[in-house]
């Protein structure tokens, strides 16, 4: 059996008015995240973990923010598709950790239902899921609530 690891980072700039989607959710907030997609910028970090781990290059290559076609997309699409093509590899998902980087708001309670909803897209038990959500301690561009950032952890395996 081949073991892989993938690592993943994202980032978007928050914007008043926008909605907030995260983890494949929307969280009412005053501000959302700006991007070609719905910018949900823990989806991108396992989309990009994912690829990674099976050397399928990075999120940008698969789903280019020029393509017309992805403007204001759904990123649970992009999610399952990058499941695919893990799959088309022949790989499986063993579990994903992350984490996400926000001052506010306060995610600790959405928390479940978006390992369910990420579970549900990529069709694993919720159990090979983990979200972590923290602060920056009012520090960075998250703390100054310019933004929100989100790292993931993936190991698939053959």
Known sequence: MKIRTGI??????????LPLWLGGIRIEHTHGLLGHSDADVLIHAIC?????????GDIGQHFPDNDP???GIDSKVLLKRCGELIAEKGYHISNIDSIVCAQR??????????RETLA???????DDI???????????????EEGISAY????IYD
């Open 152 to 155: 993931a952890s993936v190991i």
């Open 105 to 114: 708001p306060k995610l600790a309670p959405h928390l479940p239902l978006m």
């Open 69 to 71: 076609s992805y403007k």
């Open 130 to 144: 983990s979200i972590k959500a923290t602060t920056t301690e009012h520090l960075g561009f998250e703390g100054r």
């Open 8 to 17: 993943g980072y994202d980032v978007h700039q928050l914007k008043e008015g």
């Open 120 to 126: 549900q897209v990529l069709n694993i038990p919720v």
């Open 48 to 56: 990009d973990a994912l690829l990674g781990a099976a050397a399928l």
